[in-house]
């Protein structure tokens, strides 16, 4: 009976970072890859829109703040494996990667080049690759000399192993495996499961003057997130108007902090240009230039938008003459920079886990040990990336954690022989 010494469950960055890191750790350890697709890295290559945003080029003090949920596990990963050290990887293999701001991109925009490099090491180390094995069952088995974990597939194939790496991801794009079959076999094992919900989705609401706006984006704005008139968070980024809601950098991490709430208990409020105060924006209101209310204000913010919030929220007309301005009372006024530094967002929902970046829940951090992501009642079984429960923002956070914690989990794996 062949018996592996480490198996990894899940052919995503954080699987394959996890089945080359234990090979790396200790050359002489049996290692094989196993995944449910005949495709390695399915999710990886539709990651940023395929244009996959590795990491972030900030200090890694900036990617805690970025973690919405339970960033301090996540110290003993980062620590191990820095934003630095994925960048050296890759380049180091020829992948030219860019900057865009502080996201780090492929230097051609395509998630493949990524892929490609992941592949190639796997296979330089001649690590076994499984594809198409779908896991029905895990279960631990001891005799008189040894314990091993002993994994079943849905077509018959057994598999032996004295090690096991989990890392097959949340539950969002299902049809690139990401099913959440094996949170329901964890479970078996008496594992904790935080409820799997999605986070980084756009929000939905049917407000005219949103409805009415479809297509215009803002390259700078304020969310501000209060829980049953307390604040949550506030959060900024760009945002674009669809059809039904808002999307964008802005809207999107502001979902990480409502989808476990019940929308009644939720107020967000928007300030369209926060780089401008409200007595900077009064004075630009009141400013005696001859020109319109809508002209005004357009300097500052799309004329449609504009145009927009002004008729659907406040019900004012187009176009207000300068004259009329002057002889308004500072109520109007007041409304008129309310809706534009704070308007309400009246939310109807947000997308469904079939439109999440990321999943939110999962395996509870107090099931794991941080320092090398083995599970407190099963040391020979560690896990890794978006099963843990936490998340992060935008901008290459989830990502590094994918890497960082399968690099921490195949170097523990592999330095415990």
């Keep these: 009976m062949k018996i592996y010494d480490i198996l ?60 919405v949920r339970n960033p301090k596990f996540l110290y003993s990963a980062f620590n191990n494996f820095t934003n630095k050290d994925l960048i050296e990887f890759f380049e180091a293999r020829g992948l030219n990667l860019k900057i865009e701001g502080n996201k780090i991109y492929p230097f051609e925009d395509d998630a493949k080049g990524v892929l490609n490099i992941l592949k190639s090491e796997l296979n330089s180390l001649k690590i076994e690759q499984l594809l198409g094995f779908e896991v029905s069952d895990i279960e631990l088995e001891k005799d008189t000399e040894s314990e091993h974990i002993f994994i079943k597939s849905t077509s018959g194939k057994e598999i032996y192993t004295k090690k096991l790496i989990i890392a097959t991801g949340g539950v969002s794009y299902k049809n690139t495996g990401s099913d959440g079959s094996l949170f329901e076999i964890l479970k078996k094992l008496e594992i904790d499961i935080k409820p799997v919900m999605p986070t980084l989705v756009k929000l939905n609401s049917n407000q005219e003057w949103i409805t009415k706006s479809q297509g215009i984006s803002l390259n700078n704005t304020k969310f501000t997130i209060n829980y049953k008139d307390k604040k949550l968070s506030e959060v900024e980024g760009s945002i674009v108007f669809t059809h039904n809601g808002i999307s964008g950098p802005a809207a999107i991490n502001s979902s990480a902090y409502i989808t476990d709430k019940e929308i009644c208990d939720i107020s967000i409020l928007i300030d369209f240009i926060p780089e401008v105060s409200e007595q900077e924006l009064n004075d630009i209101i009141k400013s005696r230039d001859k020109k319109n209310l809508d002209t005004k204000l357009s300097k500052l913010i799309p004329k449609e938008l504009v145009k927009n919030v002004l008729l659907y929220e406040l019900g004012i007309e187009n176009a207000v003459l300068e004259t009329e301005i002057q002889n308004m009372k500072k109520i109007q006024i007041k409304n008129i920079i309310d809706a534009f530094k704070c308007i309400k967002l009246k939310l109807t929902g947000y997308g469904g886990i079939n439109e999440a970046i990321v999943t939110r829940g999962g395996i509870s951090i107090k099931e794991i040990n941080p320092r090398n992501l083995s599970l407190k009642k099963y040391p020979n079984i560690y896990v890794a990336g978006e099963m843990i429960d936490v998340d992060a923002f935008t901008g290459g956070f989830n990502l590094q954690i994918a890497f960082s914690t399968g690099y921490l989990a195949g170097k523990s794996s592999g330095e415990s022989f």
């Design 8 to 67: 990894v469950i899940g052919a995503g960055p954080a699987g394959m970072m996890a089945a080359i890191e234990s090979k790396k750790t200790n050359e002489n350890l049996n290692v094989v890859l196993v995944d449910r697709n005949r495709e390695m890295g399915k999710k990886l290559l539709i990651t940023g829109g395929g244009r996959c945003n590795l990491t972030n080029s900030q200090d890694m003090e900036v990617f805690f703040k970025n973690i």
